[in-house]
């Protein structure tokens, strides 16, 4: 919503460029003309001036600036895209909604995850289930907490956060789930860090 508040967009010398998913032609473009519509805003998306531009974002790499960006396909049964973001010797590795014990269709086994998160400064992934609440929800395209830390630990990642948290669950359900994360870092003796993702936290890599 705050897409059309962005002041260069009304500059005829603006050129913006929006990297995309090609998922459907016209798709972004579809989403923020719905977006700048009465009674949501009241300049259309037509009365842009700046030159706008939508280069696909994956599945090919990408840079932004001095980061370069490195697609994956995640397994959900909507698809979607995961991302390596690298910068100066360092990474940053974002696999939400992605199942990691069910491959769904377009989605990887487990050890391409593996490969693609190895040596990762810090990975966020899905971690929305429970080994007991997945026996039920097993294929609805989120992980168990317990696949992501193996994940993390395969990989030898430096710092993992969970994410995509089930939203019945308390922030002292969750500090639990850490803990249990934590306490088995601990007896396996791995250096890596845990945390439970919140808003408003700020990460430093």
Known sequence: MGFPFFKPLYFKKSNIRVHRCPYHNKFVETILSK???????????????????????????FNIGSVKAVPIPLSHPNGGSGYK?????????????????????????????????????????????????????????????????????????????????????????MDDIVQVCRDKISDKKLSLKCVGVASDMTFEV
Request: net charge negative; with cysteine.
């Open 35 to 61: 977006v700048m519509a009465p009674p949501n805003f009241p300049v259309k998306y037509a009365d842009i001036t700046a030159k706008m531009s939508y280069p696909d974002a994956c599945p090919t790499e």
């Open 85 to 173: 973001f690298i910068e100066d010797g360092k990474s940053f590795v974002f696999l939400t909604d992605n199942e990691l014990g069910y491959i769904h269709p377009g989605g990887l086994p487990f050890k391409d995850y593996l490969e693609f998160s190895n040596g990762a400064d810090l990975l966020i992934h899905d971690a929305e289930y429970t080994p007991k609440e997945y026996k039920t929800f097993i294929d609805w395209g989120h992980s168990v907490y317990t696949d992501a830390l193996k994940l993390a630990e395969k990989a030898d990642v430096k710092k993992l956060g969970l994410f995509h948290l089930n939203q019945e669950r308390t922030d002292l359900k």
